[in-house]
């Protein structure tokens, strides 16, 4: 795995999917890292889910330039910047059901906020927050905070350790940017180019 500063860095998440051995049906998690491209990310892949061996794949993917109205912007820790860090990026994983149907859904999202509150808050303004849940069994963001959140992350703390010592991501107001378009279908690692 290169630990070396890249030059070009760009922030990348992916949804990673396999079917692990002793599993019966195909499990997904998220992964966030920084490269020049996507096939530089490769050998990190590996290393963060190495019991996935070769069944690994992409189920989708996107480079992360633009949330909301915010540019994102990877860089060397090193270099100097103007932006203070009143803006953070966050992963938030919301969770939910329908009635008659035997499957938790889940929507990932990234949100810039102020803090982590601010984020869920946004997180609950979702269609799919709204929407998907019913009495018993309402919509949830996963997380371990004590509140209705499955997973919410700051995207630098889920970084790759070695990533994160080199490289820090600015967050700067932008106007009319477009959100990162999502890369979607199967694709085994070993096609990535």
Not at 21 to 36: C, K, L, M, S, W
Not at 45 to 72: C, G, M
Not at 116 to 135: C, N, S, V
Request: proline share 5%.
């Amino acid at each position: 795995m290169n630990t070396m500063p890249l030059q070009n860095p760009k922030l990348f998440m992916l949804l990673l999917g396999c079917k692990p051995p002793g599993r019966h049906t195909e499990q997904h998690d998220v992964f966030f890292g920084i490269a020049p491209s996507l096939k530089e990310l490769v050998p990190s892949v590996h290393a963060f889910w190495p019991e996935a061996k070769k069944n690994l794949h992409l189920d989708a993917w996107r480079e992360v330039t633009s949330v909301q109205q915010y540019t994102i912007c990877a860089r060397l820790k090193t270099e100097t910047t103007v932006d203070l860090k009143e803006h953070t990026l966050f992963f938030i994983n919301l969770g939910g059901y329908r009635k008659n149907e035997f499957e938790e859904y889940h929507y990932k999202i990234l949100v810039v906020a102020k803090d982590l509150t601010a984020a869920i808050l946004q997180a609950k303004q979702q269609l799919f927050y709204k929407e998907t849940g019913f009495k018993g069994a309402s919509a949830h963001i996963d997380d371990k905070y004590g509140i209705d959140v499955d997973e919410a992350y700051a995207v630098e703390n889920i970084l790759p350790k070695e990533m994160a010592a080199v490289y820090t991501l600015d967050i700067m107001q932008s106007q009319g940017n477009a959100e990162d378009p999502f890369q979607l279908g199967y694709m085994p690692l070993w096609k990535i180019k």
